[in-house]
Structure formats: structure tokens, C-alpha cells
């Protein structure tokens, strides 16, 4: 099973960024995806996620800036972020869980990607 996060970079405040996660060795359309983040000296925190019904969930700092949304037949997983700001800044880690629904909690994730840098700076 791979999972392989791209797309992080610096932006300046009040940017755009683009993520993606390219899977394989799972059935991608049966699994439940998320992205999270992790700021140096913090925990790993869950920024969005989406259902394989598509069914997406943003946590409520991101809501309004963030979308979550799949590719099935891409077999990938995006985060599009607007207006960032520089407590976005982090290393973004895309996980996927064969959990129905979306999971707030990172060890209910089975798999993980290494992760994207996100540096929200002017």
C-alpha cells in the first residue's frame, strides 16, 4: 500500500495550494480518505475528510477556506486551500481508513503518506 501526499510549498498569506495523494494497493473507491496536519512541536490534527460517497467533512478552522474532494477512477484524493494563513502552516499527511465514515482521530487510519510541507509566509 502506498500513499503519496504532493503539492505543499511556500505561499504567502491569503494564497491557494493544491494537494494530492495518489494511492495504491488498496481499493481506493472503499475507503474512507482524510487529510491531516502536524505543525513542528504539535500533534497530528485532522483537517478534512471524505466518505467513499463523497460525503466531505471540514474541521471547523479550515470550513469555508478548505475542500476535500476524490477521484475514484484517479484512485486520489485533493485538498484545494484558499486563503491560507500562516497557522496553516504545516506538513500535510493525506491517511486512508476502511471506516465508513470520517474519522477525526489519527490512529483510526490504517494507512498514511509521508507528508507535504505547507510554509504559509510572507
Known amino acids: 500500500v502506498q500513499l503519496q501526499a504532493f503539492g505543499g510549498g511556500l505561499v504567502e498569506p491569503g494564497g491557494f495550494l493544491r494537494l494530492s495523494c495518489a494511492t495504491s494497493?488498496?481499493?481506493?473507491?472503499?475507503?474512507?480518505m482524510a487529510w491531516f496536519r502536524q505543525a513542528p512541536g504539535k500533534e497530528r490534527d485532522f483537517v478534512a475528510g471524505?466518505?467513499?460517497?463523497?460525503?466531505?467533512y471540514c474541521q471547523n478552522s479550515v470550513k469555508g477556506r478548505f475542500a476535500i474532494f476524490r477521484d475514484n477512477a484517479e484512485k486520489r484524493v485533493y485538498l484545494e486551500m484558499n486563503s491560507l494563513k500562516p497557522e496553516d502552516s504545516a506538513v500535510y499527511f493525506c491517511a486512508a481508513t476502511s471506516r465508513a465514515s470520517v474519522a477525526f482521530s489519527a490512529p483510526e487510519y490504517d494507512f498514511w503518506g509521508q507528508g507535504t510541507e505547507v510554509t504559509v509566509s510572507s
Open positions: 471524505i466518505t467513499s460517497t463523497a460525503y466531505g
Open positions: 494497493g488498496i481499493t481506493f473507491s472503499r475507503y474512507t
